[in-house]
């Protein structure tokens, strides 16, 4: 075994150092299974500085693997130690299983020793070619990847196969993807394998076991993901490795996340709840827009984070608004139920387990504040009710929620009622009667930044700002209509009133009516022509109050 030292090509930032800092303590400080996102990257845009190593006679390729790979050939390999500043011993390693599309290469010391035998070389071989154990049964890891995400690099190896290579990492990890692997072995100050290869640890004694199966598959992710958009945002990148993981039928347990969902979501620390909330995501992402079709041009999307997923649905012919969006996926992990309204509300291919609450009210009248962080979301229970409630919310200004209130009881369907705030971000509404729990649930979108909020809860119906104005509340006919209906009231005094329309994210799609309403009978028409079938709200508005709204069903 020989230590090799870095590389004299390029410069050493402040930035890497940190870097390097932060993967010295993946093995004791955080539980997780790829430190992909913490590793060294390159300073500069891969294909520029492929042109100007190309320019000075320094981009060779073939130099480390031969020509023509057979099994049982054995050449010195890379061996990167993690267990402080990253070092790199050279090690005789030897090809152990060769499939359709994969070369499976083990450190000789290895070889038959915590599990790494021939029977798990040949059943992770055809795990990789042929066969997975979730929903797609008769497509290996090759198959369900490539065909997601695209396919692989291949700048310097020259073979269509990539490399697995397993060795003992001897740091809580089970795989990762080194991006120096892309560049002549010299050019950089890290060394390369100059091999499109994927490291896979034996420390856990079964590496043919469908949990590390599923590692292969979030880490050929990474491998694909370099190939497709180099300047990926981690959450994004570590979201599809996990979607990965999923395809493949062995994901990651959810915990972490699930009691503590102010966590935002474009923000990538390496700590588990991030791999949970990421890989939640793009799984309710995949479920609801468009599965395959849309993962594979958000993984080929010059666009990162936010903007590569808007555009991307807009590219599959969608309108986003990925507040919305993102204020249902807040919903849908805290109650999980798909027989809610149109699906949105929950999942198809996992059962997620409790989600907790950040407050619990057993008693009211009650009342509290909290502070979310920016594209993150957070629920209250309302326990104990006996009568109708109503709900005050209240978030600041200048930032943009999404609002939810579900009203939940035993042995009831439970209902979920998107809150229509108002320009100052306020509302009041009510729970459904007979229900004994109300979940208030509130999520920060569309903002980097924290965002404060107080609400508080009365018993009775949400008030109207005069208890005498208005004689006739809210009246929508027919219901369910297509493709018209008529609203009506009748107010007891002249007020200045609103009526809107909202879809069933709270969006609003219409404006009936913004002015001076006198006394008397008013009526107003909406004709929701070209609009999909489904669920709207209408909702009547006086003197800056929402004092009634009524639930629509347009049947096409």
Same mark, same amino acid.
């Given at each position: 075994?020989?230590?090799?030292?870095?590389?004299?090509?390029?410069?050493?930032?402040?930035?890497?150092?940190?870097?390097?800092?932060?993967?010295?303590?993946?093995?004791?400080?955080? %539980? &997780?299974?790829?430190?992909?996102?913490?590793?060294?990257?390159?300073?500069?845009?891969?294909?520029?500085?492929?042109?100007?190593?190309?320019?000075?006679?320094?981009?060779?390729?073939?130099?480390?693997?031969?020509?023509?790979?057979?099994?049982?050939?054995?050449?010195?390999?890379?061996?990167?130690?993690?267990?402080?500043?990253?070092?790199?011993?050279?090690?005789?390693?030897?090809?152990?299983?060769?499939?359709?599309?994969?070369?499976?290469?083990?450190?000789?010391?290895?070889?038959?020793? *915590?599990?790494? @035998?021939?029977?798990?070389?040949?059943?992770?071989?055809?795990?990789?070619?042929?066969?997975?154990?979730?929903?797609?049964?008769?497509?290996?890891?090759?198959?369900?990847?490539?065909?997601?995400?695209?396919?692989?690099?291949?700048?310097?190896?020259?073979?269509?196969?990539?490399?697995?290579?397993?060795?003992?990492?001897? &740091?809580?990890?089970?795989?990762?993807?080194?991006?120096?692997?892309?560049?002549?072995?010299?050019?950089?100050?890290?060394?390369?394998?100059?091999?499109?290869?994927?490291?896979?640890?034996?420390?856990?004694?079964?590496? /043919?076991?469908?949990?590390?199966?599923?590692? *292969?598959?979030?880490?050929?992710?990474?491998?694909?993901?370099?190939?497709?958009?180099?300047?990926?945002?981690?959450?994004?990148?570590?979201?599809?490795?996990?979607?990965?993981?999923?395809?493949?039928?062995?994901? @990651? $347990? &959810?915990?972490?996340?699930?009691?503590?969902?102010?966590?935002?979501? $474009?923000?990538?620390?390496?700590?588990?709840?991030?791999?949970?909330?990421?890989?939640?995501?793009?799984?309710?992402?995949?479920?609801?827009?468009?599965?395959?079709?849309? &993962?594979? @041009?958000? *993984?080929?999307?010059?666009?990162?984070?936010?903007?590569?997923?808007?555009?991307?649905?807009?590219?599959?012919?969608? @309108?986003?608004?990925?507040?919305?969006?993102?204020?249902?996926?807040?919903? %849908?992990?805290?109650?999980?139920?798909?027989?809610?309204?149109?699906?949105?509300?929950?999942?198809?291919?996992?059962?997620?387990?409790?989600?907790?609450?950040?407050?619990?009210?057993?008693?009211?009248?009650?009342?509290?504040?909290?502070?979310?962080?920016?594209?993150?979301?957070?629920?209250?229970?309302?326990?104990?009710?006996?009568?109708?409630?109503?709900?005050?919310?209240?978030?600041?200004? $200048?930032?943009?929620?999404?609002?939810?209130?579900?009203?939940?009881?035993?042995?009831?369907? $439970?209902?979920?009622?998107?809150?229509?705030?108002?320009?100052?971000?306020?509302?009041?509404?009510?729970?459904?009667?007979?229900?004994?729990?109300?979940?208030?649930?509130?999520?920060?979108?569309?903002?980097?930044?924290?965002?404060?909020?107080?609400?508080?809860?009365?018993?009775?119906?949400?008030?109207?700002? /005069?208890?005498?104005?208005?004689?006739?509340?809210?009246?929508?006919?027919?219901?369910?209509?297509?493709?018209?209906?008529?609203?009506?009231?009748?107010?007891?005094?002249?007020?200045?009133?609103?009526?809107?329309?909202?879809?069933?994210?709270?969006?609003?799609?219409?404006?009936?009516?913004?002015?001076?309403?006198?006394?008397?009978?008013?009526?107003?028409?909406?004709?929701?022509?070209?609009? *999909?079938?489904?669920?709207?709200?209408?909702?009547?508005?006086?003197?800056?109050?929402?004092?009634?709204?009524?639930?629509?069903?347009?049947?096409?």
């Amino acid at each position: 075994m020989r230590l090799v030292m870095l590389r004299p090509y390029g410069h050493f930032s402040a930035l890497f150092l940190l870097v390097l800092l932060l993967v010295a303590g993946v093995g004791t400080a955080l %539980a &997780i299974n790829c430190p992909t996102s913490k590793l060294p990257k390159p300073t500069e845009d891969y294909a520029v500085t492929k042109a100007q190593l190309e320019a000075d006679g320094l981009w060779q390729q073939n130099r480390s693997v031969p020509a023509d790979p057979q099994l049982g050939d054995t050449w010195d390999w890379y061996i990167w130690d993690l267990t402080g500043y990253p070092q790199a011993n050279l090690k005789p390693c030897t090809i152990r299983g060769v499939g359709t599309n994969v070369f499976l290469v083990v450190d000789d010391d290895e070889w038959n020793v *915590a599990g790494m @035998d021939q029977d798990a070389v040949d059943r992770i071989v055809d795990h990789f070619d042929n066969q997975s154990v979730g929903q797609f049964p008769d497509q290996g890891i090759w198959d369900l990847n490539t065909s997601h995400f695209g396919d692989p690099p291949n700048n310097l190896d020259g073979q269509e196969r990539i490399f697995l290579l397993y060795y003992r990492f001897n &740091i809580s990890s089970d795989g990762f993807f080194w991006v120096f692997d892309q560049y002549p072995d010299g050019s950089q100050m890290w060394a390369s394998n100059e091999a499109d290869v994927i490291y896979m640890a034996t420390d856990n004694g079964q590496p /043919d076991g469908n949990y590390m199966m599923a590692v *292969a598959a979030h880490e050929f992710e990474h491998l694909i993901h370099f190939n497709t958009d180099q300047n990926e945002e981690s959450w994004v990148d570590e979201g599809m490795g996990e979607l990965a993981m999923w395809l493949f039928g062995n994901p @990651d $347990t &959810i915990s972490g996340f699930s009691s503590n969902t102010d966590n935002r979501l $474009t923000n990538w620390t390496g700590a588990w709840a991030d791999y949970i909330k990421t890989y939640l995501w793009t799984l309710y992402i995949y479920e609801k827009f468009g599965g395959q079709s849309l &993962i594979y @041009d958000v *993984a080929h999307n010059p666009l990162n984070g936010m903007d590569g997923y808007r555009t991307s649905l807009e590219n599959l012919g969608g @309108d986003p608004n990925m507040g919305d969006i993102f204020g249902d996926w807040s919903m %849908a992990n805290y109650l999980d139920d798909s027989s809610i309204g149109d699906g949105r509300y929950g999942y198809e291919g996992e059962t997620l387990p409790l989600f907790w609450a950040w407050r619990i009210h057993t008693s009211n009248p009650a009342s509290g504040n909290g502070s979310i962080s920016g594209w993150a979301g957070e629920s209250m229970r309302l326990l104990n009710l006996t009568e109708p409630l109503a709900i005050s919310f209240d978030g600041i200004d $200048t930032r943009e929620f999404r609002v939810f209130v579900s009203s939940k009881g035993p042995g009831l369907p $439970t209902i979920v009622d998107p809150v229509v705030l108002s320009d100052r971000n306020e509302a009041i509404v009510s729970h459904h009667e007979g229900y004994n729990e109300a979940v208030l649930t509130v999520a920060n979108v569309n903002s980097d930044n924290g965002a404060n909020y107080t609400y508080s809860t009365e018993f009775g119906l949400a008030p109207v700002p /005069d208890a005498n104005l208005i004689m006739v509340d809210l009246q929508c006919q027919p219901n369910p209509f297509n493709p018209q209906t008529e609203l009506s009231f009748r107010l007891a005094d002249d007020a200045f009133g609103r009526v809107l329309i909202h879809d069933s994210r709270g969006h609003l799609v219409q404006v009936l009516h913004d002015g001076p309403l006198g006394r008397g009978d008013h009526r107003f028409s909406w004709n929701a022509h070209g609009l *999909a079938s489904g669920v709207y709200f209408s909702s009547l508005e006086i003197d800056g109050v929402i004092s009634s709204v009524r639930k629509l069903t347009l049947v096409q």
